[in-house]
């Protein structure tokens, strides 16, 4: 099975006080959240497909053959980016989504992950873990996935509900015809106006896509670095690495 991670990174980091892209937010000397990712995915995939803004391609240092990017022109959601990679992550059998923060999501979850993954046959797997407040909750009825609540959305979750850890594993054959049923219906969020790409994962289970839950443990794999308080936390935890 050939792999393709994709890294939805187009964000200008702008609430850490960044005048570059967020993905080359420094963590320590040695350590941007690009390399961190990077070292955790190389090992893992066939190809590395990032998603930069127009600003971010500028910055973005070069790099080898197994790394590849494209351009989002604006942030317009995480559905665009993912899809604005589709002609490099087509030529694979299955695309391993990280969000361009997630740096806290282990290799073992992302083995495990693609360990669950069987091919052929469209499918997904989803890594999910349990948060006293999540702020994405995915709801299952008899091992299916049939709602998300998004509270950015204005969305009420339900404490010690399952959320996810940024990572989404997806086969690739029949994905992009699926988004563009989904994008014929689908509805701008409440708060944001975007077409969110969670909403996306209980339309497919909704469409014969078997979305299987991977629990993991540590609830600390769902935090992102999406305030300063969250790269200072993250700093602490690199500043010996």
């Given at each position: ?64 053959e197994?790394?590849?990017?494209s ?15 589709y ?37 997904a ?15 299952f ?14 969305d ?58 991977l ?27």
């Amino acid at each position: 099975m050939k792999i393709c991670a994709v890294i939805p990174a187009a964000g200008r980091g702008t609430r850490l006080g960044n005048t570059g892209p967020k993905i080359l937010t420094r963590l320590n000397e040695q350590d941007t959240i690009w390399s961190v990712l990077q070292q955790k995915l190389a090992p893992l995939v066939d190809h590395i497909h990032v998603v930069l803004s127009p600003e971010g391609i500028a910055a973005f240092p070069p790099q080898e053959e197994s790394v590849s990017h494209s351009i989002q022109p604006g942030p317009t959601g995480m559905g665009d980016a993912i899809f604005r990679g589709y002609q490099t992550w087509s030529q694979y059998d299955a695309v391993l989504i990280v969000w361009g923060d997630q740096v806290f999501v282990s290799s073992d979850t992302l083995m495990r992950a693609i360990d669950a993954l069987e091919v052929p046959g469209p499918q997904a797997v989803l890594p999910v873990t349990r948060m006293e407040s999540p702020y994405v909750e995915y709801a299952f009825e008899g091992g299916t996935l049939r709602n998300v609540f998004q509270t950015r959305e204005g969305d009420i979750t339900t404490p010690n509900g399952f959320s996810d850890v940024g990572t989404f594993l997806l086969t690739t054959g029949g994905l992009k015809a699926a988004w563009e049923d989904y994008l014929a219906q689908a509805i701008h969020g409440g708060q944001t106006g975007e077409i969110n790409f969670l909403p996306f994962l209980p339309f497919l289970a909704l469409h014969g896509w078997p979305v299987m839950p991977l629990e993991v443990a540590d609830a600390t794999e769902a935090r992102g670095i999406n305030t300063q308080a969250d790269l200072d936390f993250f700093r602490e935890l690199y500043r010996n690495a």
